[in-house]
């Protein structure tokens, strides 16, 4: 099983003819994450093969148009194939007048189910069986938030050898104990997961920064992530630049990246100066090798350690 990352639109705030506005599409056993939706997020869906009618969420860093304005089309596409499950959409306060407003303007409510919610301090926005969704405040100049997809510790590696031992017949019993479940044997005797498995292992973390200065918060957010998607619109040369739109360089993304020991950098949101975003990757790796420029459709798989 593995966890993968598609980038929808890397650009900032303008698109390219090589990059789309900000969307990031994560896929977990059939579940759809998606993080920002600029405007035409639908179309590249449809490029990417990621369909429209699989439990979806949908994660708003905050309320500029290149991270929104792509709602109400994909709002609307959702509604016109048909789609049947509700869809949740998570973002900063005003994004339930936004959404609301946009839709009614066009007439495009959809005949699915449509939740809102509202984010306005840091913490887990969204805990599930197997992950927890968490925020953090961004550096922006407005407020904007910064996402983790945390999954929560796997049962630990099974040892059939030492099921058999305990005269757990193989099949549906041993799935259970593999799902973490007490199973109960012919004689009556009770076998324990933790009998058959090994120590719990440490699940998949994804963060994505949003738009953002280099930021503490962050920073903490992102500590021992498998993959950091960050903020990295300017070069060093455009220090001032970036600190006045409240953004940050390829270098200073490097620096969180390293202080926070993820195994991965992407940077994204790739200011539409750079036909070749070839010098923001040499600047970053002086700091942080294991650092990548995100494209429009690349495609991550992120596998387990066992």
Not at 11 to 28: D, M, Y
Not at 140 to 146: D, E, K, Q, S
Not at 192 to 219: A, C, F, M, Q
């Amino acid at each position: 099983m593995s966890l993968e990352i598609i980038f929808l639109g890397t650009s900032a705030g303008v698109p390219t003819t090589k990059r789309n506005t900000s969307s990031i599409a994560v896929l977990r056993k059939g579940e759809l994450f998606l993080f920002d939706c600029g405007e035409g997020t639908q179309r590249q869906m449809m490029a990417a093969g990621v369909g429209f009618s699989r439990e979806t969420k949908i994660f708003i860093s905050h309320l500029h148009g290149d991270h929104t304005l792509g709602l109400p089309g994909l709002i609307q596409t959702m509604d016109m194939v048909g789609r049947m499950k509700p869809l949740r959409i998570f973002g900063p306060p005003g994004i339930r007048e936004f959404i609301e407003f946009t839709v009614r303007s066009v007439g495009a409510k959809p005949s699915y189910g449509l939740q809102i919610i509202e984010a306005n301090a840091e913490g887990p926005i969204l805990v599930e069986k197997e992950y927890i969704v968490r925020t953090a405040l961004a550096e922006h100049g407005t407020f904007a938030l910064a996402y983790a997809l945390e999954e929560k510790p796997r049962p630990g590696r099974f040892y059939p050898e030492k099921a058999k031992e305990l005269g757990v017949p193989e099949g549906f019993l041993w799935g259970r104990l593999q799902r973490g479940h007490n199973v109960r044997l012919k004689n009556g005797r009770i076998v324990k997961p933790e009998e058959v498995l090994g120590p719990p292992r440490k699940g998949l973390k994804i963060v994505y920064s949003g738009d953002t200065r280099p930021s503490e918060t962050i920073l903490e957010l992102s500590r021992d992530a498998d993959l950091l998607i960050h903020d990295g619109t300017f070069d060093g040369s455009l220090l001032e630049k970036a600190r006045q739109e409240g953004h940050s360089t390829a270098l200073e993304a490097a620096e969180i990246a390293l202080k926070a020991g993820v195994k991965r950098l992407f940077l994204t949101h790739i200011s539409a100066r750079y036909d070749d975003a070839g010098p923001l990757l040499e600047e970053a790796r002086k700091i942080f090798p294991n650092t990548f420029i995100a494209e429009d459709f690349l495609r991550i798989r992120l596998k387990y350690e066992d």
